[in-house]
C-alpha cells in the first residue's frame, strides 16, 4: 500500500491515522512545497498526470490494482476494507453525510490559515464564533455514542478527530463549550493502537498542519 501526499498533516492525517489504528503497513511518497517566495511544487506537478490516477490529485493511495484520490474516499475504501463501515446502508449513509459535513467545516479552518496575518488577528474570533453552530450540529450527532462509528471508530471518526485538532490548535477555545466533543477527542487519543502515533515525537502529528504558504501553519 502506497500513500502520496506534501509533507504536512492536511488532507492526509486521518489517513495516516486510520493506518496506524489499523497497524497497517504502509510507505508513505511525500512531496515537499518549496520555499517562499516561489513555493515551488514542481516535485508534485511533473509527475501528477504519470502515475495513472483517473482523478489525479493529493492525497493518493495505491493498494495493489485499486488506485484512489480524494481524501473521503480514501477513508472510506479503507475502512471498509478492514470492516469498520456499518453494514446497514442507512448507516453507513449517515456517516457518509458527517463526513461530508465536518469537511466544509474543516475548509472554514484551512481558509483562514492560508489568509494573511492581518486576516487571520481580524476574523479568527468571528470565525470560530460562527462555527459555533455547526459545533452543536457535531455534538448533538454524536450524542452519547463513544464514536461516531457506536464503540468503534469508523472512518468518519478520523476526520473528525483531525478536523477538531485544527480548530483547537488554531483557537484552544474553540470547543470548550462541547464536552461531548472534548470528551471524544480524549477517548480517541487514548485507543491503544495510536499510541505511539502520539507520543512518538517523529510522528507524522508533529508535521505542519499546512503548507509553507500559510500563515497559520
Known sequence: ?????????????????????LEQDFEEVVYECGDAPDYDKSCWFDV?????????????????DVKLTET????????AKNGLEPKDAGAAASLDMALHFMYDLNFTNVRICYGSKSNLDENLSSTVIAAQPRFKLLAQFLGEKKFLGGDK?????????????????????AIHDFPTLTGFMKRFQELPTLSNYFTDPDS?????LNNKRAYFK
Open 72 to 79: 473521503i474516499p480514501i477513508l472510506s475504501y479503507i475502512a
Open 204 to 208: 507524522t502529528r508533529n508535521w505542519p
Open 153 to 173: 471508530p469508523a472512518a468518519a471518526d478520523f476526520f473528525m478527530f483531525e478536523m477538531l485538532d485544527r480548530w483547537v490548535r488554531l483557537d484552544r477555545n
Open 1 to 21: 500500500m502506497k500513500l502520496g501526499y506534501w509533507k504536512i498533516r492536511g488532507l492526509a492525517e486521518p489517513i495516516r491515522m486510520l493506518l496506524r489504528y
Open 48 to 64: 501528477k498526470f504519470t502515475l495513472g490516477y483517473d482523478f489525479p490529485n493529493l492525497p493518493y493511495l495505491e493498494d495493489g
